[in-house]
T-cell receptor, first 108, second 114 residues
Framework: AQRVTQPEKLLSVFKGAPVELKCNYS??????LFWYVQYSRQRLQLLLR??SRESIKGFTADLNKGETSFHLKKPFAQEEDSAMYYC??????????FGKGTKLSVIP | DGGITQSPKYLFRKEGQNVTLSCEQN?????MYWYRQDPGQGLRLIYY???????QKGDIAEGYSVSREKKESFPLTVTSAQKNPTAFYLC?????????????FGSGTQLSVL
């Protein structure tokens, strides 16, 4: 079965500090990896996906097949980054599996 | 305002009662999904539909039923067979069912048991 592991339920960082939200996935072929974010009182929305190799709101995520990881990083945290973050993976025909989520709290 | 509309926001169910959660989208997406969100559990897939009149079970389909009579609509019924229905339910859609497709989510329905 596909698994997505986000080891931290809660991550607190000070404003301006670097952020790294961890995500590990079970290996199976060529996975598609995503980060979704849910800000307070807003809908869950796509933040970024690995195939796009993009930086959104200063966040980046690199797929490391050797470590089966897709950690989300930002060099300088901002208060508006406080949210719930979900890592998700898909593979082959549809079956998107979500991790349990990490709540990021940025301390002013 | 384009997007996905879920109703109601809050719903209460009595013992032995079936309840139906509504999900409508005007994005012209072929694929629609229902997820259940429990605290500390992430999102778990209940059912998904690739096209009208077709739907597939997800990981936790027992106690739930769906229909897809129109492209825009994908209602979820929580039946009396679902013994632990209290949860936050999210509906989502995508252009098609592919593992690399972006999902668009509704604002959710909180279901509680009286």
């Amino acid at each position: 079965a596909q698994r997505v592991t986000q080891p931290e339920k809660l991550l607190s960082v000070f404003k301006g500090a670097p952020v790294e939200l961890k995500c590990n996935y079970s290996y199976s072929g060529s996975p598609e990896l995503f980060w979704y974010v849910q800000y307070s009182r807003q809908r869950l929305q796509l933040l970024l996906r690995h195939i796009s190799r993009e930086s959104i709101k200063g966040f980046t995520a690199d797929l490391n097949k050797g470590e089966t990881s897709f950690h989300l990083k930002k060099p300088f945290a901002q208060e508006e980054d406080s949210a719930m973050y979900y890592c998700a993976r898909g593979a082959g025909s549809y079956q998107l599996t979500f991790g349990k989520g990490t709540k990021l709290s940025v301390i002013p | 305002d384009g997007g996905i509309t879920q109703s109601p926001k809050y719903l209460f169910r009595k013992e032995g009662q079936n309840v139906t959660l509504s999900c409508e989208q005007n994005l012209n997406h072929d694929a629609m999904y229902w997820y259940r969100q429990d605290p500390g559990q992430g999102l778990r897939l209940i059912y998904y539909s690739q096209i009208v009149n077709d739907f597939q079970k997800g990981d936790i389909a027992e106690g739930y039923s769906v229909s897809r009579e129109k492209k825009e609509s994908f209602p979820l019924t929580v039946t009396s067979a679902q013994k632990n229905p209290t949860a936050f339910y999210l509906c989502a859609s995508s252009r098609r069912v592919r593992s690399n497709e972006k999902l668009f989510f509704g604002s959710g329905t909180q279901l509680s048991v009286l």
